[in-house]
């Protein structure tokens, strides 16, 4: 299915992978739910440069807030840590995500769901990396949810940006800058840029700008469409 922008469908370059089929990884984590029936979500992070599986539907729209910020520079999503979550007891935790912000930070992201879970400010201790004494921060869905706008942007952006995943993105990057530089330009300048195949990789170039803090743009306060605004800081 070839992503959308507005009323516009766009033919994608035969070969380019998408990272939505099947995984073995995938039939793994069906098995390891038991009797539950959470939604599984395959996808690709831009950020870890690989695809992922996100255990809910919450995850899986906290995954997109991640994409989205350009405060973090690294994800590693679904680790399992030690947290000390009682005096003197470690206890196993499923973090949703742990972010390298651009600063160099660390921290371990936990959802909740309708309550926000009591783990603010304990030390996660990661058991597949060196470093330890990692922040242990738990968001719940009010604080997922309170810009629903930029859920549904990313939702459709990171398709786009797949497409780009094994593409030198600065052949198609430079000239989107060069414009952004001189006046404010929109989704429909980007897509003009370059033939019908190059399109999405205009696109998902635009949006890896956004995504790196390079551009920015009003995908925050308006819906993704051929009059969205890109403009350098």
């Known amino acids: 299915m070839n992503p959308k922008i507005g009323s516009q469908q766009l033919t994608l370059k035969p070969g380019v992978r998408m990272g939505t089929s099947l995984r073995g990884s995938l039939a793994h984590d069906y098995d390891a739910r038991g009797s ?3 939604n599984l979500v395959l996808t ?5 440069n690989k695809d992922v599986v996100l ?3 919450i995850e899986y729209h906290n995954f997109l807030l991640c994409e989205a910020n350009p405060e973090i520079a690294f994800v590693e999503y679904g680790a399992n840590c030690w947290g000390m979550l009682q005096e003197n007891e470690l206890t196993e ?3 949703s995500a742990i972010i390298t912000l651009t600063s160099g930070e660390k ?3 936990v959802v909740g769901y309708e309550k926000k879970p009591t783990l603010e400010g304990k030390i996660c201790f990661i058991t597949n990396a060196i470093t330890t004494g990692i922040p242990l921060v738990s968001i719940c869905s009010d604080e ?4 629903p706008m930029l859920i549904q942007n990313w939702n459709r952006i990171i398709p786009w940006m797949t497409q780009i995943c094994h593409i030198p993105v600065t052949i198609y990057l430079a000239p989107v800058l060069a414009a952004a530089k001189s006046e404010e330009i929109t989704m429909w300048d980007i897509l003009s840029m370059g033939s019908q195949d190059e399109q999405a990789f205009y696109a998902g170039a635009a949006f890896k700008a956004v ?3 390079i551009l920015s743009s009003d995908l925050n306060s308006r819906p993704l469409s051929l009059r969205s605004v890109f403009r350098t800081w």
């Open 211 to 213: 995504q790196t803090g």
């Open 44 to 48: 690709y992070s831009p950020k870890s």
């Open 107 to 109: 921290k371990a992201i």
């Open 93 to 95: 935790i499923r973090t």
């Open 144 to 147: 997922i949810y309170e810009n």
């Open 55 to 57: 255990k809910s539907r």
């Open 36 to 38: 539950g029936n959470s």
